[in-house]
């Protein structure tokens, strides 16, 4: 399993999760109280039109940086077909319906899809301003997506950084609640078998079966689990969305105790299963679960 943060050759890492909320103020607060330190509002921004003049996407984000990986939250703040797309979105469901994951090379896995039959959408090469400790600057990233629907379960993208120093800024690593590194994202699908399929043949990997309807796709750093009904309903009770949904997350943390001692002071309930600490969502941040580990084996689904 590699820990560097960007990957080489032709490994693919799950690089981050994301929230689609209607108001992103009210997420970066919960976020705070459940222990992250997210990082200030950015409004992201890429080259369209002739001249490839920089316009606004439609979204802006606030993330938790990890160690490993990174947790986003974003919302429309422009009337653009992107955030026409996440609001849509927001409108059926606020919660996790982004999968990003981190490739060397955008382009080249770009071709991949194409090739492997996914329809897709030119690739964007999408900037946000941030601030450094040295002063203003900006992150960049190519961004491969398929057509909206190629995959039923959200925004499933890769994408190539190209700021690491500028997006995993030191000061933003360190959380209340200890959290270190993002481990591994859970989808629930009406058919587990079709939808590990679409997965394998979308991250170049292997979907091997896990249990009676739950199938795990292993990436060069963290994972994908796809599981049916009756599996989601164990894991998370009965009253979740209808899926497809992307429910869950996986987080390693330095104390789980410790963790579980903030997240209770917060007023969120904990629900421990064994080694984890499964969390739901605070509404701000939408429909789901956090899954908060000392060591990954102890994730519930694993």
């Known amino acids: 399993m590699a820990t560097r943060q960007l990957p080489e050759a032709s490994e693919i890492f799950l690089d981050h999760v994301g929230h689609f909320v209607a108001d992103i103020a009210a997420a970066e607060r919960a ?14 921004v890429a080259p369209t039109g002739e001249g490839g003049a920089l ?10 940086m990890l160690g490993q990986g990174y947790i986003e939250a974003l919302a429309k703040v422009a009337d653009t077909p992107l955030g026409r797309e996440l609001e849509a979105a927001v409108d059926r469901r606020a919660g996790l319906h982004l999968a990003a994951f981190a490739v060397a090379d955008a382009a080249s896995f770009h071709a991949g899809l194409a090739e492997a039959g996914f329809p897709t959408r030119p690739l964007v090469f999408m ?10 600057s900006e992150a960049r990233f190519t961004v491969a997506r398929v057509e909206r629907g190629a995959m039923a379960e959200g925004r499933i993208q890769a994408l190539t950084h190209h700021t690491e120093r500028e997006v995993w800024q030191e000061r933003w690593l360190t959380h209340p609640n200890g959290a270190l590194e993002l481990l591994g994202v ?21 979907a091997e079966r896990a ?44 104390d789980r105790a410790a963790t579980i001692r903030l997240l209770s002071e917060a007023g969120l309930a904990v629900r421990i299963i064994d080694g984890a600490a499964l969390v739901a969502f605070p509404a701000e941040l939408g429909e789901g679960f956090w899954a908060f580990v000392e060591d990954r084996d102890a994730l519930p689904w694993l």
Not at 192 to 206: C, D, V
Request: charged share 20%.
């Open 31 to 44: 976020l705070r109280a459940a222990g992250f330190a997210p990082t200030p509002f950015s409004a992201q």
């Open 55 to 64: 316009e606004p996407t439609g979204t802006g984000n606030v993330c938790a």
């Open 127 to 136: 900037r946000r301003p941030v601030d450094t400790e040295e002063g203003p």
């Open 186 to 206: 859970v989808v629930v699908s009406p058919d587990p078998e079709e939808a590990a399929g679409r997965f394998g043949r979308f991250l170049g990997r292997p």
């Open 211 to 254: 249990g009676a309807d739950s199938l795990h796709v292993e990436l060069s750093r963290g994972h994908v689990r796809i599981v049916g009904r009756t599996t989601a309903a164990a894991l998370f009770g009965g009253e979740t969305p209808e899926p497809p949904w992307i429910a869950a997350y996986g987080l390693r943390v330095a």
